[in-house]
């Protein structure tokens, strides 16, 4: 069965950093391309960025507004997908959920975590 | 970047109701298009890939169709069950987007 766990959310004030994680397991973590989604209060869900596999290059993409503020990385050896913000927005404010892409069914975020949440606040 | 609007925003129907969700993109995507279900509280679920594919343990009542710039969601017997807000998203660029959601609600 394939599992997604995020950790790391929490409060923050405007200009601080934090670092989420996201846990896989159930399949072959090295050979899938993730995403990062958000969803801010009350709002819709935002595509923040990807990563591809390393044999693709691990190459990465990200939304305008969080571009050079983001980071997306990945430690295949321990499971695990990062994203790294930095200069935090009040407009971060979200649930934070990564995603699998494409990993059975082609081009889609197939696989979801339960989501945490991060509040950018003074 | 590609837009996605998703009309309409709010819908209230009955059990039993044929339901039918649009969602319009800024330029063609092709068939490129995937639809998401979100119950309050609960990460989105994929339910229709490629515009039109059923995922895997989605109940038939539910349809995608479309391509290029126009696609359509259709449910075509409302459940109490399918009360949630349903996204679409395309995955022709790289950078993907969503539309803005449709609330569903059972009179």
């Known amino acids: 069965e394939v599992q997604l766990v995020e950790s790391g959310g929490g409060l923050v004030k405007p200009g601080g950093s934090l670092r989420l994680s996201c846990v896989a397991s159930?399949?072959?973590?090295?050979?899938?391309?993730m995403n990062w989604v958000r969803q801010g209060p009350g709002k819709g869900l935002e595509w923040v960025g990807r990563?591809?596999?390393?044999?693709?290059?691990?190459?990465?993409d990200y939304m305008t507004p969080v571009k050079g503020r983001f980071t997306i990385s990945r430690d295949d050896s321990k499971n695990t997908l990062y994203l790294q913000m930095n200069s935090l927005k009040t407009e971060d404010t979200a649930v934070y959920y990564c995603?699998?892409?494409?990993?059975?069914?082609?081009?889609?975020?197939?696989?979801w975590g339960q989501g945490t949440r991060v509040t950018v606040s003074s | 970047d590609i837009q996605m609007t998703q009309s309409p925003s709010y819908l209230s129907a009955s059990v039993g109701d044929r339901v039918t969700i649009t969602c319009r993109a800024s330029q063609s995507i092709r068939r490129y298009l995937n639809w998401y279900q979100q119950k309050p509280g609960k990460a989105p679920k994929l339910l229709i890939y490629?515009?039109?594919t059923l995922q895997s343990g989605v109940p038939s009542r539910f349809s995608g169709g479309g391509s290029g710039t126009d696609f359509t969601l259709t449910i075509s017997s409302l459940q109490p069950e399918d009360s949630a807000t349903y996204y679409c998203q395309q995955s022709f660029s790289t950078r993907y987007s969503f539309g803005q959601g449709t609330k569903v609600e059972i009179k």
């Open positions: 995603t699998t892409d494409g990993h059975r069914v082609p081009a889609a975020c197939d696989f």
């Open positions: 990563i591809a596999i390393k044999a693709d290059g691990g190459t990465t």
């Open positions: 490629a515009a039109s």
């Open positions: 159930g399949f072959t973590f090295k050979n899938a391309q």
